[in-house]
């Protein structure tokens, strides 16, 4: 796993980083609390670098199993972390129908109005191509 911050314990792990307008996540295993925490701390520290101009959160989820439930609520309070410090569109690679339900429920109490399913990408490229056109709609894309 590559990036700029990382965690692991025995059952998971993720590493984050941000390239221009995007943070970037790599998830692995199954995620529990402490590596939830973990990733709610580095998560916020990356959102902070990007405030206030607007920006993209992209993750691969391909080879997570899903969230604890303490865990799901820490990921649940670092999406709308994101939110609040100017994320505008995020974009997903996922396979577990688990996680799929674990992250529509997060749109769901965040409020957002889109479906998960409409944000799951097959390939890093086809989400960076997605993400990069809806962050180029915006005022502030340079």
Same mark, same amino acid.
Request: net charge neutral; charged share 20%; glycine share 6%.
């Given at each position: 796993?590559?990036?700029?911050?990382?965690?692991?314990?025995?059952?998971?792990?993720?590493?984050?980083?941000? %390239?221009?307008?995007?943070?970037?996540?790599?998830?692995?295993?199954?995620?529990?609390?402490?590596?939830?925490?973990?990733?709610?701390?580095?998560?916020?520290?990356?959102?902070?670098?990007?405030?206030?101009?607007?920006?993209?959160?992209?993750?691969?989820?391909?080879?997570?199993?899903?969230?604890?439930?303490?865990?799901?609520?820490?990921?649940?309070?670092?999406?709308?972390?994101?939110?609040?410090?100017?994320?505008?569109?995020?974009?997903?690679?996922?396979?577990?129908?688990?996680?799929?339900?674990?992250?529509?429920?997060?749109?769901?109490?965040?409020?957002?109005?889109?479906?998960?399913?409409?944000?799951?990408?097959?390939?890093?490229?086809?989400?960076?191509?997605?993400?990069?056109? %809806?962050?180029?709609?915006?005022?502030?894309?340079?």
């Amino acid at each position: 796993m590559r990036g700029n911050l990382s965690y692991h314990d025995k059952f998971g792990q993720y590493s984050m980083w941000i %390239e221009g307008k995007i943070l970037f996540c790599i998830v692995h295993g199954a995620i529990g609390e402490t590596v939830a925490k973990h990733f709610h701390l580095h998560f916020c520290q990356l959102a902070d670098k990007l405030a206030p101009n607007p920006w993209a959160y992209c993750a691969d989820l391909s080879a997570c199993e899903g969230y604890t439930p303490e865990a799901a609520n820490r990921v649940k309070a670092s999406h709308q972390y994101g939110i609040s410090r100017g994320c505008i569109v995020d974009a997903y690679q996922i396979s577990s129908p688990l996680l799929i339900n674990q992250s529509q429920k997060f749109r769901e109490a965040l409020g957002l109005d889109t479906h998960i399913n409409d944000r799951i990408f097959s390939n890093d490229k086809s989400c960076i191509a997605f993400l990069t056109a %809806e962050l180029s709609k915006t005022r502030d894309h340079i």
